[in-house]
Nanobody, 124 residues
């Protein structure tokens, strides 16, 4: 399994921004998909965004709830995946996890390696 490490969470006011990062212990991601998920207290873990590398083509896709506000990207070396979060709202408060997969998808069950998570709290 790939060991993933998230960073960049914190407390921000509504309307603010944060950038999360996900690394695979400093190595190039060996899986072809990295996704971000979030889990609010008492709720299921939900898909946020994913980036897929297919040869020379990179695909990204987001959950409808974050379209236009969140952007997923990676560095050229594919050692770090970022989640830029803008126009944050209190309902974005959750623990954010990155995960890796060779299957892609929006279901947490499609992913076999997970980080420990980073807390994002948005105050109103």
């Amino acid at each position: 399994q790939v060991q993933l490490v998230e960073a960049g969470g914190g407390l921000v006011q509504a309307g603010g921004s944060l950038r999360l990062s996900c690394t695979a212990s400093g190595r190039t991601f060996s899986r072809n998909t990295v996704g971000w998920f979030r889990q609010a207290p008492g709720k299921e873990r939900r898909f946020v965004a994913a980036i897929m590398w297919r040869g020379v083509v990179t695909y990204t896709y987001n959950a409808d709830s974050v379209k236009g506000r969140f952007t997923i990207s990676s560095d050229n070396a594919k050692t770090t995946v970022y989640l830029q979060m803008n126009s944050l709202q209190p309902e974005d408060t959750a623990v954010y996890y990155c995960a890796a997969s060779n299957r892609g998808g929006r279901d947490p069950g499609d992913y076999d390696s997970w980080g420990q998570g980073t807390q994002v709290t948005v105050s109103s």
